[in-house]
């Protein structure tokens, strides 16, 4: 505060650390508040959102009221709309009444009135052809248009708050869906009847189960079969590097020689590494090494609550770039073939930016498998991306110090709730089926946690703010671009991915000024990542832009680029192959003269964590 001194001028003294103080009107000398009632009062409102968080699986409720009142308000205001709405619920109510009577006579024959969409399997059944469950189908989908029409054909609502909006009915409506009803459902029906309703025991038996699962955090039934070590992650290798954030797994090679430039993967740490190494049959880095490949993979740490402010800063540092350095004195400097795989590959493409501006051109190639570095059109996942979204998760991740696995899962399921909701509550305790269990699904219920400051960083700078992909993104204080890349670019993306949508991954021909080859396959984001040669029914699409060609719109590409049957493995260690020196012997397990000894065997330690 400011006092007074002799010669009248004001002198600078520090006010005490317990409180501030002001002057009121009759002089008298009163308190502000504190630093600690600060402190209470935003600690106040962050436990109170963390509980309520806990209610509503992470999602803000003040988002979803923006999103409605926006859609409320527009709508109210505009009578047209509303007329021609009515309209729009007349003609389906007329439609529908129009079918009901030609189902009523010709059954099975009765030409629908709607089709389900093309990834809508709800109703493919022959049984939901037949009289009355036609009309129960064909109800549904009239309602479930209609709605889509309302929400997002109101003039001045926000886009994003409309799609919010849009799927937030969606999820409601499913709900309500006639196939989840054991009363209006043909198969469940069917099923019952044949089995005098021990299929429902059996299915409460399967509640049951699941509910004790959850509860005890174990995998689905028949994980136990997929045991890491055991019967997937089992390629043979050594652990040759560990800091607090990762091992750094180097496999042994299977071919007498190989290519001097070794492959380093950078996995996602939202989930464990080894879906790139589940069985011998599916394993990537088993094949990669079959290929003649040196191959190295990076197993991450699973934080706790200890790790609540590790940052994204230090998994690029501590993660890709303690990997390229630990892999630059195995293989003696030789360049390195960098492949970064959903969350990885973006961090993989902050690193070889800051690469780039540093001129250390250690890195070879770069791969980004179902990775993005363009968020404005990332899925349904930007829906609920935005301040307050942000705030909210914020608060309760920092209450308990990460987010935890399950509510990150929680979040990927809604964005498929037909198949990955829906579908396993008809199977499992309505028909009483439980599908085994196989590596995949395994896989995926062994899911890790992330940093409360690390997921901030990520979710405001990459996904809110899009940074990285305008020039805003700062290493070391200065910024980045992937446009200072110069080696040659695989990207990868995935027809059904609903993660990394492939139109997404599909700018990095334009953020980046150097030949860049897309590749389309067929499949999601894990499955269609995790395809074999061999595997029936895969086929690609293979396209190179480079550097002096004009950029080339995602549908126009879409039309012009050649498929192939088979899988894309094939073509990427072609690719790769083409880009590598010729053959010469494996390097030696680690370097012993750098101080990089085998620590122990693959898979580490690291992916046992839970």
């Known amino acids: 505060m400011l006092t007074k001194v002799e010669d009248g001028k004001p002198e600078l003294k520090s006010a005490p650390a317990r409180a501030c103080t002001t002057e009121s009107e009759s002089g008298a000398v009163e308190p502000l508040r504190t630093h600690n009632q600060d402190a209470f009062y935003h600690n106040l409102d962050r436990h109170l959102h963390y509980l309520l968080a806990r209610t509503t699986a992470g999602v803000s409720p003040a988002a979803c009221a923006n999103a409605y009142f926006d859609w409320a308000i527009h709508l109210a205001s505009s009578p047209g709309r509303q007329l021609e709405l009515l309209g729009e619920a007349i003609h389906q109510w007329t439609r529908l009444a129009d079918f009901t009577k030609a189902a009523a006579s010709a059954g099975a024959d009765a030409t629908p009135c709607i089709l389900p969409r093309p990834n809508d399997k709800r109703f493919r059944s022959e049984?939901?052809?037949?009289?009355?469950?036609?009309?129960?189908?064909?109800?549904?989908?009239?309602?479930?248009?209609?709605?889509?029409?309302?929400?997002?054909?109101?003039?001045?609502v926000e886009r994003q708050n409309a799609e919010r909006l849009d799927f937030i009915l969606r999820q409601v409506l499913d709900v309500f869906a006639p196939t989840n009803s054991l009363l209006t459902n043909p198969d469940v029906l069917l099923r019952t009847q044949a089995e005098?309703?021990?299929?429902?025991?059996?299915?409460?038996?399967?509640?049951?189960?699941?509910?004790?699962?959850?509860?005890?955090?174990?995998?689905?039934?028949?994980?136990?079969?997929y045991r890491v070590g055991e019967a997937v992650a089992v390629t043979p290798g050594k652990v040759i590097f560990r800091n607090h954030l990762i091992e750094l797994i180097q496999y042994s090679p299977t071919t007498s020689e190989v290519h001097p430039e070794p492959i380093l993967i950078i996995p996602a740490w939202i989930m464990k590494f080894y879906i790139l190494d589940l069985r011998p049959e599916n394993s990537l880095v088993k094949y990669l090494t079959g290929q003649g490949f040196t191959v190295f993979m990076v197993s991450w740490h699973n934080p706790g609550e200890e790790d609540r402010d590790t940052n994204f800063e230090d998994y690029r540092r501590l993660g890709v770039m303690a990997a390229i350095d630990a892999v630059s004195k195995v293989v003696g400097g030789q360049k390195i073939h960098a492949a970064g795989y959903c969350l990885g590959g973006t961090?993989?493409?902050?690193?070889?930016?800051?690469?780039?501006?540093?001129?250390?051109?250690?890195?070879?190639?770069?791969?980004?498998?179902a990775a993005q570095a363009d968020f404005r059109e990332a899925?349904?996942?930007?829906?609920?991306?935005?301040?307050?979204?942000i705030s909210f998760l914020e608060d309760m991740m920092q209450e308990q110090g990460f987010l935890d696995s399950t509510q990150m899962a929680g979040?990927?399921?809604?964005?498929?709730?037909?198949?990955?909701?829906?579908?396993?509550?008809?199977?499992?305790?309505?028909?009483?089926?439980?599908?085994?269990?196989?590596?995949?699904?395994?896989?995926?219920?062994?899911?890790?946690?992330?940093?409360?400051?690390?997921?901030?960083?990520?979710?405001?700078?990459?996904?809110?703010?899009n940074d990285l992909a305008e020039g805003r993104y700062t290493v070391n204080g200065r910024a980045i671009a992937l446009t200072d890349l110069r080696m040659p670019v695989f990207a990868l993306g995935t027809e059904t991915d609903h993660v990394a949508p492939w139109r997404s991954v599909y700018k990095f021909n334009i953020l980046c000024d150097t030949d860049v080859t897309f590749v389309l396959t067929s499949g999601g984001h894990n499955a269609g990542v995790v395809s074999p040669p061999g595997s029936p029914g895969r086929s690609y699409?293979?396209?190179?832009?480079?550097?002096?060609?004009?950029?080339?719109?995602?549908?126009a590409w879409h039309a012009n680029a050649p498929k192939f049957e088979g899988s894309?493995?094939?073509?990427?260690?072609g690719w790769l192959s083409e880009r590598s020196s010729r053959m010469t012997k494996p390097p030696s397990m680690g370097a012993s003269g750098d101080g990089l000894e085998p620590l122990e065997n693959a898979p580490g330690t690291y992916v046992y964590q839970r």
């Open 347 to 369: 961090l993989l493409a902050t690193a070889a930016a800051a690469m780039a501006l540093d001129n250390d051109d250690r890195l070879k190639t770069v791969t980004f498998l």
């Open 379 to 389: 899925g349904e996942l930007t829906l609920f991306i935005d301040e307050s979204q």
């Open 541 to 555: 699409r293979m396209a190179t832009k480079f550097e002096t060609d004009s950029f080339e719109s995602p549908d």
């Open 411 to 465: 979040a990927f399921q809604l964005l498929r709730s037909n198949d990955l909701i829906w579908s396993h509550v008809i199977n499992r305790y309505l028909l009483g089926e439980r599908k085994p269990a196989f590596d995949l699904l395994a896989w995926n219920a062994d899911a890790t946690r992330m940093p409360y400051r690390m997921h901030s960083d990520y979710l405001r700078s990459l996904f809110l703010n």
């Open 196 to 225: 005098a309703g021990f299929n429902l025991v059996r299915g409460l038996w399967n509640y049951l189960e699941d509910l004790k699962r959850l509860r005890d955090r174990e995998g689905p039934d028949g994980s136990e079969n």
């Open 568 to 573: 894309w493995w094939s073509a990427w260690t």
């Open 127 to 156: 049984h939901w052809k037949e009289f009355p469950f036609n009309v129960y189908g064909q109800s549904f989908l009239l309602w479930e248009e209609w709605w889509h029409s309302a929400v997002t054909g109101v003039r001045g």
